[in-house]
């Protein structure tokens, strides 16, 4: 199962950086959205994503899901 806040974030992102907005604008737009998904996700499912992917090396993305925090 993938994290709800996540995917609706990221879908916003794409939708709103992908029309041609400058770059600058972009990645003011972005840093954005990574600071209110850490603000609005309970649980913190970026940093265990990261951390499985990277330490772990137990999630490759694409893939699947990561496990999520019982």
């Not at 995917?7 to 400058?22: E, L, N, S, T």
């Amino acid at each position: 199962m993938k994290n709800q806040h996540t995917a609706r974030i990221c879908k916003q992102a794409v939708r709103a950086v992908q029309g041609g907005m400058p770059y600058e604008l972009a990645y003011d737009y972005l840093a954005a959205k990574a600071a209110q998904l850490e603000f609005v996700d309970d649980e913190d499912g970026r940093t265990h994503g990261l951390a499985q992917f990277l330490d772990e090396k137990s999630y490759r993305p694409g893939l699947g899901a990561f496990r999520r925090k019982a």
